[in-house]
């Protein structure tokens, strides 16, 4: 039947049948088969990892499933006590597999030949290997639970190690070290302070050391003498290079064109380049939004810069201030993801930290380079870190299975939902939608992931927590690891993140609810 079409176009009704069942479900097994297979021929030549090939295998068995919507399909199994393919991820051949088998009895068409059934253990198989390359990315879990815990460290844990020790001793199974911050020694002596402290807890405790990349920022910011704050409709020039400072040109002198207007620059000025009108141009986590109207327009100083309009921020207005994010959610920036200071930086990286966060991936090539950048640092001396690429745009999305496929074909590999930077990118609507796709295409590839930006903000920074933060925080229980920033609080924020997770567990492993008898009632 389902070669006419999709597996979906049958008619609900047909599929009550059991027997209509089974053939949309060997047709849906054999075109999974045919078509993954096509995926994973492209791949298997520069996997070098044997052991990743069953996940990769399932990973692009999984992105052929996911070409069907299958949903009538699994309304209809449901009534006959059949899985629903709803919990596919880690294993999709073997599921398919067991309904298929389910569906063979019922039909009476059973025999030692054609039944469909794989062995028993190779159902779990997908969940084993999930484990396995968590624990080799993360270490050892804690012995009460399954997700781990990730702090991003203060400058003040280089001189403090009651500080790390505290982090480590209430729960935090690895750290994050910023690169964006502080230098070598600095980091060094965090580095030597997580390992004592570690081992006086006799636990462990990994190091993630997360590269800069272009920091795409406001530069200086000049304003006209009457204005403090950007308002709707609004006009911002957009410049190549920081203003002069405003000790040598008066704002009156600086902003002389007749309509009031700010002035701002882009730390990475080729970029500028790139944007065309209408193109959105988002300011300080999108708090600024604003559009091109003009990219040959004539700046105060006589250089060429571009007029951006304001459509949207605060009734109340916002502040235009240096050192905000810039972010250009429908261009795509051609830049490498490892500046001079990046590769300066790995220099001592490579041959310190467990795992290195990659910054600002957007496509296969980047992996590839960064994988070359620590070959040529550590010479086979010593084996590589794991890589971290962090999910910060549209295009890393879109381009999710192919990063996958290049990083962890050579070496422990992990992703990072940076959900800061991608729900601007994508907006707040999307993130909600694409945060889970990100999860599912990760299990599908038995790939851990890292649920990041702002968990338990309010409680790390002013010692209380909102109530949609611990939502959250329970949500955070389908990923692998939850990393929480640094604040004053967060030996606190480590204890009830550790309690939630603890508690979630019991309740729910990845998509699957577990019906521990409930003791409310």
Not at 453 to 477: C, I
Request: proline fraction near 6%.
């Amino acid at each position: 039947m389902i070669s006419q079409i999709s597996p979906v176009s049958i008619d609900p009704q047909f599929l009550s049948s059991p027997h209509v069942m089974l053939s949309t479900l060997q047709a849906l097994r054999q075109k999974v088969e045919s078509e993954g297979a096509i995926t994973f021929n492209k791949w298997q030549s520069g996997i070098n990892r044997a052991e990743f090939l069953p996940s990769a295998l399932n990973l692009a068995q999984y992105l052929a499933l996911r070409q069907y919507d299958l949903r009538e399909l699994q309304s209809a199994l449901m009534p006959w006590g059949l899985s629903s393919l709803g919990r596919i991820e880690a294993r999709v051949s073997p599921n398919l597999d067991a309904v298929i088998a389910a569906l063979e009895v019922m039909c009476g068409n059973y025999s030692t030949e054609n039944f469909h059934r794989q062995p028993l253990e190779s159902f779990f198989e997908g969940n084993r290997l999930l484990l396995q390359h968590t624990k080799e990315l993360f270490g050892i879990a804690s012995p009460h639970r399954r997700v781990r815990i990730m702090v991003t460290l203060p400058t003040e844990a280089a001189t403090d190690y009651e500080l790390v020790r505290e982090i480590i001793r209430r729960g935090a199974n690895s750290v994050r070290i910023n690169c964006a911050h502080d230098n070598p020694e600095i980091w060094e002596s965090m580095i030597a302070h997580v390992r004592r402290a570690a081992q006086e807890n006799g636990t462990s405790c990994k190091v993630m050391m997360d590269l800069a990349g272009p920091k795409i920022r406001t530069g200086e910011v000049l304003k006209p003498p009457d204005r403090k704050r950007v308002f709707r409709g609004d006009r911002i020039l957009l410049s190549r290079c920081a203003p002069k400072s405003a000790s040598k040109l008066s704002t009156v002198e600086a902003i002389s064109s007749p309509i009031d207007q700010f002035q701002i620059c882009c730390t990475v000025p080729e970029i500028l380049d790139l944007l065309v009108v209408d193109a959105p141009v988002y300011i300080d986590d999108g708090k600024i939004r604003t559009r091109v109207v003009d990219t040959q327009y004539r700046l105060p100083d006589g250089q060429l810069g571009l007029l951006l309009k304001v459509t949207h921020a605060s009734p109340k207005g916002v502040k235009l201030r240096p050192e905000k994010g810039l972010n250009f959610p429908k261009t795509i920036l051609s830049l490498s993801p490892l500046t001079a200071k990046d590769l300066s930086d790995l220099d001592f990286v490579a041959s310190h930290a467990d795992i290195i966060g990659y910054s600002f991936v957007q496509q296969p090539a980047d992996i590839d380079l960064l994988q070359q950048e620590l070959s040529h640092r550590l010479d086979g001396r010593s084996p590589s870190p794991a890589i971290v690429a962090k999910i910060e745009t549209a295009i890393a999305v879109s381009n999710l299975p192919e990063l996958i496929i290049h990083a962890a074909s050579k070496q422990s590999f992990g992703v990072m939902i940076a959900r800061g930077d991608l729900a601007v990118e994508i907006g707040y609507q999307r993130l909600t939608e694409i945060q889970e796709e990100i999860l599912w295409i990760c299990e599908a590839a038995h790939v851990p992931v890292i649920w990041a930006t702002q968990v338990l903000e309010s409680l790390v920074k002013d010692g209380a927590p909102s109530r949609g933060e611990m939502t959250d925080a329970a949500m955070a229980e389908r990923a692998e690891c939850v990393m929480l920033n640094k604040g004053p609080f967060i030996a606190e924020a480590i204890t009830i993140l550790d309690d939630v997770l603890t508690r979630m567990e019991a309740h729910q492993s990845k998509k699957t609810p577990q019906l521990r008898a409930l003791h409310s009632w």
